[in-house]
C-alpha cells in the first residue's frame, strides 16, 4: 500500500510517499480502508519534534511512529477474532493517536476508539471531528461549564479546534471573543464570532476586558497575563503552547487557583468511546458544523502539514484517497 512516510524530524519536506506493507489487524483491532484523515496541530508537532517537550512521548531522536495522521474515516475491510462491534463493510470513523498511521492506504485501530457513520455524512465531515471536537467539548462545556450569557475568549479560533469551540459556545448562548492571526480575521466572523482581536496588533490581556472563560489552544502569554483578563470567578484552560506555558499552568495554576475565585489550569483530553457520539449529536441538532479549509491527495501531505502548521489553515485540512 502506498503511505506518507516520514522516517526523521524535520520539515514537511522529510515526509515522501513510499510503498509500504499493508497492516494486519491485532485480535481487538479492524482494518480499514481510508478514505478520509484530517490533519492536527499533533501531526506538526509529530513531525518537527517540537516543542521538545513532546520527543519524550515520541521518541528523543526521531518518532516511533513514521506514518502521521490520527484523525480517519474510511471502511472496515478486517476485523480481528475479539472484534464484536463491527463487521467488514462497516464505515467508521475515529482518532487513532495512540498508534498513528491515517496518512494512508489503510490502518488498524482498536475497536473502541471507532465509531460509525452516520450514512448521511461523507468521510470527509466525519474526519474532522474527533480530536478537535472532543477540544471543544472538553473545553467549553465539560471542563469549561461554559453558561449561556457568559463572556468567552478564545485563543486560536481560526484552528480546527477553536473553529468547533467557537460554533459551540454560540450555541449555547455565550458572547464570543476570537483571538488569531491577520488573515483569520473575516473567517472568524463568518463562524459566528462575536468580537475578534487580531493578536498581531492587539493584546487581550491588556485591553481591559474581562471574561468567564478562557480557553487557550496557543498559549504565548503567562498565567498572570491571562489571570488579568478573566472575570471574578473566572476559569483559564490552556490546551497547547510552548513547554514553558505548559509547565506554568502544570505547576502555577493550582497555586493561582488557591488564591481567590479565578481558576487556572491544564486542560489534559483523555477521549471517551462515547465522545464520538455526543460529536454526532451535536451535528445533528446544528450546534456545530464541519468546515474544511482545504483537501489535498496523499501525494500531497507534504504541503497539508506546512498549511497547518505555519497557521494559515481556516478549521480543518483534509487528505482523501
Known amino acids: 500500500m502506498k503511505a506518507a512516510v516520514c522516517h526523521k524530524y524535520g520539515p514537511p519536506e522529510t515526509v515522501a510517499l513510499e510503498e509500504v506493507q499493508k497492516p494486519t489487524p491485532r485480535d481487538d483491532e479492524v482494518l480499514i480502508k481510508i478514505y478520509a484523515t484530517s490533519l492536527n496541530l499533533s501531526d506538526w508537532e509529530m513531525l518537527t519534534g517540537t516543542p521538545f517537550y513532546t520527543r519524550t512521548t515520541w521518541g528523543l531522536f526521531k518518532s516511533r511512529f513514521k506514518i502521521l495522521g490520527s484523525d480517519v474515516a474510511g471502511r472496515v475491510e478486517a476485523v480481528g477474532r475479539k472484534v464484536t462491534r463491527f463487521e467488514p463493510g462497516d464505515e467508521v470513523f475515529g482518532d487513532i493517536m495512540g498508534s498513528f498511521g491515517g496518512f494512508a492506504e489503510y490502518a488498524c485501530a482498536r475497536e473502541g476508539v471507532l465509531t460509525l457513520k452516520p450514512a448521511k455524512m461523507t468521510f470527509e465531515d466525519v474526519s474532522v471531528l474527533p480530536q478537535a471536537g472532543v477540544i471543544a467539548l472538553r473545553g467549553i462545556l465539560d471542563k469549561g461549564q ?23 459556545a454560540k450555541s449555547f448562548g455565550a458572547e464570543v471573543t476570537a483571538v488569531d492571526n491577520t488573515e483569520k480575521q473575516d473567517f472568524m466572523r463568518s463562524n459566528g464570532a462575536d468580537h475578534v482581536v487580531d493578536y498581531t496588533k492587539e493584546d487581550f490581556t491588556k485591553n481591559g476586558r474581562r471574561y468567564d472563560l478562557i480557553l487557550d489552544l496557543v498559549a504565548h502569554r503567562s498565567l498572570f497575563d491571562n489571570r488579568r483578563a478573566l472575570a471574578p470567578s473566572g476559569t483559564y484552560l ?79 485540512v483534509v487528505v482523501t484517497m
Open 146 to 168: 461554559l453558561q449561556a450569557g457568559q463572556k468567552v475568549l478564545i485563543n486560536g479560533a481560526g484552528g480546527g479546534s477553536g473553529t468547533f469551540a467557537v460554533q459551540l
Open 238 to 316: 490552556l490546551v497547547g503552547g510552548s513547554a514553558k506555558r505548559l509547565y506554568q499552568a502544570l505547576v502555577l495554576g493550582p497555586i493561582i487557583s488557591m488564591f481567590g475565585s479565578k481558576k487556572m489550569s491544564l486542560l489534559i483530553v483523555n477521549p471517551k468511546q462515547n465522545d464520538n457520539v455526543r460529536l454526532l449529536e451535536l451535528v445533528e441538532s446544528g450546534s456545530i458544523v464541519p468546515i474544511i479549509d482545504r483537501r489535498y491527495p496523499l501525494s500531497g501531505v507534504p504541503d497539508a502539514l506546512r498549511h497547518v502548521g505555519e497557521g494559515h489553515a481556516l478549521g480543518k
